[in-house]
């Protein structure tokens, strides 16, 4: 995947009363989007517990805004949540409600890097009309799996992590997260639709060309001052034989 990080937001344990966890750095300012999984091992009390868990963000560990929350919990089991437009930490934070109230559980996951950003797959891979239904989740986890594709192509000729792309690779992130988004719905044979069928087509095509080691010219990975782009030809000036 895109240089993850791991995370831990809380640890396995109980909360009785509204409060939030401590900062986690994301090291990087690349990693603007996480996976994160929250388990619920135990819940307990009356009238109705109710626990909402809210996934808070800050550039300077000061001051915070809050980035995207998990749908409110009343019983054990695990959900998942994909927030992006991530700054440099992250935090938990949530509220509990009822009488004598508890609720045991874990908040763990990864921080990533992505290619392409939200605006990025609006404006490159799928008109906003038709993510209107499509929870910021959902958007964000098919950027990470997008850019994890991307990688899988772009280890072949670069050294991850990368440091700084351009467009083309954005488009092409963008392209691959616009089709998975759309393939779950189901597509019809015309229109919007079949545009983005051959954006992702020509989007694998641009990353298959990565084989050849062809490299783009607006990516910079890991070791920049290495050439990456296959074996170099010299020959002699011809001697007239």
Not at 89 to 115: C, E
Not at 131 to 159: C, E, K, M, P
Not at 167 to 190: C, H, Q, T
């Amino acid at each position: 995947m895109s240089n993850p990080i791991d995370v831990t937001l809380h640890a396995m344990g109980s909360e009785t009363a509204t409060g939030q966890g401590s900062s986690v750095d994301l090291v990087s300012t690349l990693r603007t989007t996480a996976r994160l999984g929250l388990s619920i091992l135990a819940v307990s009390g009356t009238d109705t517990p109710t626990m909402t868990v809210t996934i808070q963000t800050s550039p300077d560990g000061t001051t915070w805004r809050d980035a995207m929350a998990f749908p409110a919990i009343t019983s054990v089991g695990k959900t998942y949540l994909f927030p992006g437009n991530l700054d440099q930490y992250i935090r938990a934070s949530w509220a509990i409600t009822g009488t004598d109230p508890s609720f045991t559980f874990a908040l763990t996951g990864q921080g990533h890097v992505i290619y392409a950003e939200r605006q990025d797959l609006i404006d490159l891979g799928i008109p906003a009309s038709a993510l209107s239904n499509v929870s910021l989740s959902a958007q964000y986890r098919a950027l990470i799996t997008a850019s994890g594709v991307a990688d899988v192509h772009l280890n072949r000729v670069f050294t991850l992590p990368l440091s700084e792309w351009g467009e083309s690779l954005r488009r092409i992130v963008a392209a691959i997260a616009a089709f998975d988004l759309r393939k779950v719905k189901g597509f019809k044979p015309e229109g919007t639709d079949q545009l983005i069928k051959y954006s992702y087509e020509d989007s694998n095509l641009s990353l298959r060309m990565l084989e050849d080691k062809t490299k783009p010219p607006d990516i910079v990975d890991a070791t920049p001052d290495t050439f990456d782009a296959g074996v170099i030809v010299h020959s002699s000036p011809s001697r007239g034989w």
